[in-house]
């Protein structure tokens, strides 16, 4: 089993900036995939950016330039580092891993809110 425990979500104002942490624990050889998704009201979740073991990212297009995804692999931990925030933001983001056990698997954190204000 994987544990993944997120930080760093709230209120704030247009324009600011916010730092998502997820750490991951647990029983894993390795962990291949860490990513951010989010989900905003009424609509489906959707990946904003991830971060393969080796460096390679994926950013939603609407993010570009303004998120950045990092990753510490000694303390099993991603981070998102969210500037000039806009109201359309305004999401519960998820943290996303996929792990080596014997097989690739997917774990996803609880979940936090994020919501930008004008």
């Known amino acids: 089993q994987v544990q993944l425990v997120e930080s760093g979500g709230g209120l704030v104002q247009y324009g600011g900036a916010l730092r998502l942490s997820c750490a991951a624990a647990?029983?894993?050889?390795?962990?291949?995939?860490m990513g951010w998704y989010l989900q905003a009201t009424g609509k489906q979740r959707e990946l904003v950016v991830r971060?393969?073991?080796?460096?390679?990212?994926i950013y939603l297009n609407s993010v570009k330039g303004r998120f950045t995804i990092s990753r510490d692999n000694a303390k099993n931990t991603v981070y998102l580092q969210m500037n000039s925030l806009k109201c359309e933001d305004t999401a519960v983001y998820y943290c996303?891993?996929?792990?080596?056990?014997?097989?690739?698997?997917?774990?996803w954190g609880q979940g936090t809110q994020i919501t930008v204000s004008s």
């Open positions: 647990g029983s894993f050889f390795r962990i291949n995939v």
């Open positions: 996303n891993v996929v792990v080596t056990v014997i097989q690739e698997r997917e774990y």
């Open positions: 971060i393969t073991s080796g460096g390679s990212t």
